[in-house]
């Protein structure tokens, strides 16, 4: 086989055998096949397509070109969940408790960021004490014990994604449904859960900027997790602004927190239980969605999630005195107020320049070398929708500097207005089965 003859199949619109994509990501991962090579299939492909049964072979070859985790000494059946990012995003702090506090196992592998916020172990790390790097002994034993536990990602998986990742990301390739549905499902795959609950967003803040889009996305990864045997179910849900208040790290522990313990912050509250609904109802714990989503509601205002975050805080050496009173996360030593210019009725809030202004604060990397300050973030006073006068604050920065100027010019365009009443987004645009 040579693999002139697979991009030249590929470049004129023909589908390629399981031969010839395992072959493709087998000597790519080894260094056998050059960048070039995969750059022209990339790009073939980019315009060209794939069939789902393709996409499917392409997402598992990614799979077993590396270690996939084995979660079979984990007790009852593994829900996972994913986002497709968007700022503020705190949802897996309070999914995860939720659905443990149903008795359903949740054993996830999560990564740092790179831009915006912090990822999901940044952000657990703002908690003193706490600890990712589990051995893999101590992430089964936790999840059988506390039905919850979050480690760092470790070992080899899909390392043929993370090659062509890269290659992708310079070669102007990462623009493909199949492409960007089989690198997030390759990883998702490789983790080992039984099924999974993604979350794709829409709108400006998000990768897929349009509905239609994200659509697509969201099917293709639904049907690649079916074909390849994992109950998988997507939910599209709104990125035209921050999700909840809080952007950063410790801000968004405290903010997940709140939730927890009943606090009435009506997107975060409601996304978070309708995917931990959804979840549960996967792993078979309810017959029906409602009543899922019902018992889930109660155990937020009934102390039992909240509970299964302590015990999870705990068991992974966190110290708990900083969730019980989380004034005692770390602090910012500068508040800054940014105050509205006019009159009106906030109509957008660019999240990828609210993220900007984030990370110029320093919660999140703009290098792989750059270190996170877990203190620093910015709480939104106002949400699309809501009414201003000239003055009000929008939104506080908390620096770690008294002069934060970009990000405050960042805030300032993140933010537009009209002046007649907008309507809130619609948070959650379709689930996709
Ligand atoms: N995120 C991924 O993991 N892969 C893509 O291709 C795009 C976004």
């Known amino acids: 086989m040579r693999m002139v003859d697979i991009i030249h199949k590929k470049r004129n619109g023909s589908e390629l055998t399981k031969e010839e994509i395992y072959f493709f990501i087998d000597g790519y991962t080894k260094g056998d096949i050059p960048d070039y090579q995969a750059s022209a299939l990339m790009m073939a492909i980019c315009f060209q397509g794939m069939v789902p049964r393709e996409t499917a072979l392409l997402t598992k070859a990614m799979v077993d070109s590396g270690e996939t985790i084995d979660l079979s000494r984990i007790k009852g059946h593994k829900v996972d969940k994913h986002s497709t990012g968007g700022v503020g995003d705190k949802v897996t702090f309070i999914v995860g408790p939720l659905v443990a506090s149903a008795g359903v196992p949740v054993a996830k592998m999560s990564g740092r960021g790179l831009g915006h916020t912090g990822g999901t172990i940044d952000k657990l790390e703002s908690i003193e004490g706490f600890n990712i790097e589990l051995t893999k002994e101590q992430f089964i034993d936790n999840v059988n014990k506390y039905k919850l536990s979050v480690a760092g990602q470790t070992g080899n998986l899909a390392p043929a994604d993370k090659k062509l990742y890269a290659l992708r990301d310079v070669t102007a390739t990462v623009e493909s449904i199949p492409l960007i549905a089989g690198s997030i499902m390759s990883k998702k795959l490789a983790s080992g859960a039984d099924s999974i609950v993604l979350d794709v967003k829409t709108g400006s803040g998000a990768f897929m900027k349009t509905l239609e889009d994200s659509e697509s996305l969201a099917k293709e990864m639904v049907a690649i997790g079916n074909r390849l045997g994992k109950k998988t179910i997507a939910i599209i849900s709104d990125m035209n602004q921050p999700l909840g208040f809080e952007v950063g790290n410790a801000n968004e522990i405290k903010e997940a927190a709140a939730i927890l313990?009943?606090?009435?912050?009506?997107?975060?509250?409601?996304?978070?239980?309708?995917?931990?609904?959804?979840?549960t109802v996967l792993a078979g714990?309810?017959?029906?969605?409602?009543?899922?989503?019902?018992?889930?509601?109660?155990?937020?205002?009934?102390g039992k999630a909240f509970e299964s975050f302590r015990q999870f805080v705990i068991a992974q050496g966190g110290n708990i005195e900083v969730i019980d009173d989380v004034d005692k996360l770390p602090q910012a030593a500068y508040h800054i107020d940014v105050k509205a210019e006019m009159d009106g009725y906030v109509s957008e809030i660019d999240a990828e320049s609210i993220g900007a202004a984030a990370m110029y604060l320093g919660a999140g990397r703009a290098t792989k070398e750059?270190?996170?300050?877990?203190?620093?973030?910015?709480?939104?006073?106002?949400?699309?929708?809501d009414q201003v006068k000239k003055g009000d604050v929008l939104v506080t920065l908390h620096a770690a500097r008294e002069n934060s100027e970009n990000s405050i010019q960042k805030v300032k365009e993140a933010y537009h207005f009209s002046r007649n009443q907008v309507k809130q987004p619609v948070l959650i645009h379709k689930v996709i089965k």
């Open 285 to 302: 714990a309810f017959s029906d969605y409602k009543k899922a989503y019902e018992t889930l509601e109660q155990n937020l205002e009934n």
């Open 370 to 385: 750059d270190h996170i300050n877990h203190a620093v973030g910015i709480t939104l006073n106002k949400k699309i929708g």
């Open 261 to 279: 313990q009943g606090a009435k912050i009506h997107d975060l509250r409601t996304l978070s239980l309708e995917i931990a609904a959804h979840m």
